[in-house]
């Protein structure tokens, strides 16, 4: 649990609560303002004013022009993948010390497989594929890291969080062109990995604002694009856009 604190509202309860909370399960817990057990239904490890935003890199721009982008929608995002299969190690980690420069804080790098450059940059921590080393391996002997895992069904989901995955990315929910060809997984299969995992699920592919509450209203916990901001004319303008679809309302 994190140390920020806001000031929450919670059905007919108000109080002083951390920004983050724990899984998503049913859970009680004693509150340091009210002195008393709370119970909560299906809390999560996001904000509870607004679902996650991931930002993924797509590989094909520039770094200059990524790093200027981000530079001015980075307040807008929770979470900003760094998925450049085609760098090196020293070119990952002089791009991560780009974004830095720029103002993108560490805290929301998230490094795709490369464990070695998360590490040594403090980025927050990785994304790990198929191929990758196992959730079980770096939260062993780097547990600082925050740990994801792309996966494509309940299976591979049940696996990577008995594996100590902290969460997923899930998908394609809907056609995409960067997966020509392929039938997209679908709404009620995103419906079955969310009620069958504890750990959040950000959900990837084809995500657009005017779909974006069919999304979060399947049990994502997020989304996740590329090219829907990064591809924008307007980046700035998309990801408000995005923005404005998470926002969860109170009770």
Known sequence: ??????????????????ATFFTKKKVAFLHP??????????????????????????????????SEILADIHPYADAIHLREKQMTAKELYEAVNLLSRVGVPLSKIIINDRVDVAVITGAKGVQLAYHSLDASMIKTNFPQLTVGCSIHSVEEGKKVQRLGADYVIYGHIFSTQSKPGLEPRGLEELKKLTG?????????????????????NSGADGIAMLSGVLNADDPLAAIKGYQKEVKMEMC
């Open 196 to 216: 069958s995992l504890d750990i959040p699920v950000i959900a990837i592919g084809g995500i657009a604002p005017e779909n974006t509450k069919q999304v979060i």
């Open 1 to 18: 649990m994190v140390n920020q604190r806001r000031e929450v509202v919670y059905g007919n309860l108000t109080f002083s609560s951390p």
């Open 33 to 66: 303002t009210f002195g008393r057990r709370i119970s909560l239904k299906e809390v999560t490890p996001i904000n509870l004013l607004s679902k996650a935003i991931h930002l993924i890199s797509n590989g094909k721009m520039p770094m200059e022009q990524l």
